[in-house]
């Protein structure tokens, strides 16, 4: 079964535009981390939240986390053609064993010039 | 230094055969994972190896499948008697020591059983 689920599960956009999209889950974690995955194939890691984090920044990724509602968004600013990609949340559960990752279906963005 | 490999990259077999992946973690990280990933999923966990343990195998799905690590290094997933629902991508991932760091994924093997 997967933890997290993200919204939408496809996004379209120009390049500059920003996307967001949100992931939602079920129960308490230790932290959400977001993957990025080119072409169905390796994960790259993007940025780790931890349960007591509400919100942070790399790059153009902006990323916050909301326990209380047991949510998370992902915002890429600016966006990119290279950008286009399918976006994973996962999530380490506090009631796993440390480092179980949890998946959700993921979002595809495409990012047209 | 050099990521995650994986080895093969791609994989075909047929039903019923046995069939070995292979992951070199990056050098150094003691907690090492495999998942699944059928098509329009994303990863499923399968085991998660600390050292040389196994420290939870519960997403194993059957007695089919088994995973070593002996040196505490590369670690290998077998899988028995494959099945077409088998086919998938099998994704390694290595983290430096306490698993709540970071984990980094190999490009996967993609497994298909005719």
């Known amino acids: 079964s997967q933890q997290g689920e993200e919204d939408p599960q496809a996004l379209s956009i120009q390049e500059g535009e920003n996307a967001t999209m949100n992931c939602s889950y079920k129960t308490s974690i230790n932290n959400l981390q977001w993957y990025r995955q080119n072409s169905g194939r390796g994960l790259v890691h993007l940025i780790l939240?931890?349960?007591?984090?509400r919100e942070k920044h790399s790059g153009r990724l902006r990323v916050t986390l909301d326990t209380s509602k047991k949510s998370s968004s992902l915002l890429i600013t600016a966006s990119r053609a290279a950008d286009t990609a399918s976006y994973f949340c996962a999530t380490d559960r506090a009631t796993d064993s440390w480092g179980k990752l949890q998946f959700g279906a993921g979002t595809q963005v495409v990012v047209t010039p | 230094g050099a990521g995650v490999s994986q080895t093969p990259s791609n994989k075909v077999t047929e039903k019923g055969k046995y069939v070995e992946l292979r992951c070199d973690p990056i050098s150094g990280h003691t907690a090492l994972y495999w998942y699944r990933q059928s098509l329009g999923q994303g990863p499923e966990f399968l085991i998660y190896f600390q050292g040389t343990g196994a420290a939870d195998d519960s997403g194993l799905p059957n007695d089919r499948f088994f995973a070593v690590r002996p040196e505490g290094s590369v670690s290998t997933l077998k899988i028995q008697r494959t099945e077409r629902g088998d086919s998938a991508v099998y994704l390694c991932?290595?983290?430096?020591?306490?698993?709540?760091?970071?984990?980094?994924f190999g490009p996967g093997t993609r497994l298909t059983v005719l």
């Open positions: 939240i931890r349960s007591n984090e």
């Open positions: 991932a290595s983290s430096p020591q306490h698993s709540t760091d970071t984990q980094y």
